[in-house]
Nanobody, 125 residues
Framework: QVQLVESGGGLVQAGGSLRLSCAASGRTFSRDAMGWFRQAPGKERDFVSAISWRGSTYYADSVKGRFTISRDNAKNTVYLQMNSLKPEDTAVYYC???????????????????WGQGTQVTVSS
């Protein structure tokens, strides 16, 4: 059974940092692209960042320069380092796996086959 489990969310003051982790099990994800999305109450699920199986990285404009995505294939884990957090970053953060591995469309939720349950990130002002 394929599972993605996020961790590392929490409450942080504006300007602070958090590191999210997404541990995958049930299959080897080294040839998959991995993505992070977020969803605030009453809003759609938005793209945050993605990393291809080759290590190419992609970011939403709103997080460029503040967030860094990385992966450790040996641990089947993807990370999202979030610095200089702002109240508008508050959301539930989801990781997802895309079996194609790279290419156009990694910013779209429909591209991804597997999803985690999400972890709450709350940034206070």
């Amino acid at each position: 059974q394929v599972q993605l489990v996020e961790s590392g969310g929490g409450l942080v003051q504006a300007g602070g940092s958090l590191r999210l982790s997404c541990a995958a099990s049930g299959r080897t994800f080294s040839r998959d692209a991995m993505g992070w999305f977020r969803q605030a109450p009453g809003k759609e699920r938005d793209f945050v960042s993605a990393i291809s199986w080759r290590g190419s990285t992609y970011y939403a404009d709103s997080v460029k320069g503040r967030f860094t995505i990385s992966r450790d294939n040996a641990k089947n884990t993807v990370y999202l380092q979030m610095n200089s957090l702002k109240p508008e970053d508050t959301a539930v953060y989801y990781c997802a796996a895309d079996l194609l591995g790279d290419g156009m469309g990694l910013a779209f939720p429909s591209r991804y086959e597997y999803w985690g349950q999400g972890t709450q990130v709350t940034v206070s002002s």
